[in-house]
């Protein structure tokens, strides 16, 4: 970490003077979590220094740039910030004071010179967004294919839901029932033709599956189309391999 010494003018020596100092602050490549970020050039700082009496209170501002990858599409960019600079710096010979941590503060050795770097590092920091973000609305990857979403559109989520769908329409012990044709007393009657055909491209499955349920039962039995309608529990399980109306 590089310093930020400032030097003490004999004035600021005195209770209640204060003095204004401005400079640039290399901060170099900062570690935050899972982050990092690259301050490629200096930050700007700003601090007003003064005199409580026991110490000289540092507060001020801090101001630059840093390089960092978006958290949601890993893509590079320039995180802006402003951090807070706040430091106290306890004169010789004066008492610490009660009611800091003893990190909140430094004891000054001399009075020329005083080290800002520390403050402005914690300042950074503080300024640091949790979760680094292009822009706030940024789209990420498609989770699927990689795709930068904010550039480039992919049919991965569409085609999910599609097959999401039609799994579930194959699961369903209705899959079955919904091919068929029923009178009013409730007994099959014949197939039904799809009424869009073509024209949602996801029936495939269940309407193949039950195409062969329909041959394979009128094979043992050509009775089948006037039988009663099967009970619920007697449909085949379409997913189960080892059913023999399930084998090719
Ligand atoms: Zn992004
Ligand atoms: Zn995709």
């Not at 003490?8 to 979590?33: C, R």
């Not at 930050?43 to 740039?65: E, F, K, Y």
């Not at 430094?106 to 300042?123: G, K, R, V, Y």
Request: charged fraction near 25%; hydrophobic fraction near 30%; aromatic fraction near 6%.
């Amino acid at each position: 970490m590089n310093s930020v010494v400032v030097n003490i003018p004999q004035k600021l020596l005195t209770p209640a003077e204060n003095e204004t100092f401005s400079g640039l602050f290399n901060a170099g490549v900062v570690n935050a979590g899972p982050d990092v970020y690259d301050f490629k050039t200096p930050l700007t700082w700003n601090v007003v220094i003064s005199n409580t009496g026991d110490g000289l209170l540092a507060t001020g501002t801090v101001q630059g740039s840093g390089r960092v990858n978006c958290s949601r599409c890993l893509e590079p960019y320039d995180q802006s910030i402003t951090g807070e600079v706040e430091g106290f710096f306890v004169l010789p010979d004066k008492p610490a004071p009660k009611d800091m941590e003893g990190d909140e503060y430094e004891i000054l050795e001399d009075t020329e010179h005083l080290d800002l770097a520390p403050a402005m590092m914690q300042a950074i920091r503080m300024a640091l967004p949790r979760v680094p973000l292009c822009r706030e609305d940024c789209k990420g990857l498609c989770p699927i294919c990689g795709t930068n979403l904010n550039y480039h559109t992919c049919d991965c989520a569409e085609n999910a839901a599609k097959k999401a769908e039609a799994e579930r329409k194959a699961e369903s012990p209705f899959a079955v029932l919904s091919q068929l044709e029923f009178d009013e007393n409730g007994k099959v009657i014949g197939k039904k033709t799809p009424a869009t055909p073509g024209k949602d491209n996801v029936k495939d499955t269940s309407e193949n599956d039950s195409d062969a349920f329909l041959e394979s039962q009128s094979d043992t039995s050509s009775a089948f189309y006037s039988e009663d309608v099967p009970d619920f529990d007697e449909i085949p399980d379409l997913n189960d391999t080892n059913h023999p109306q399930n084998e090719k």
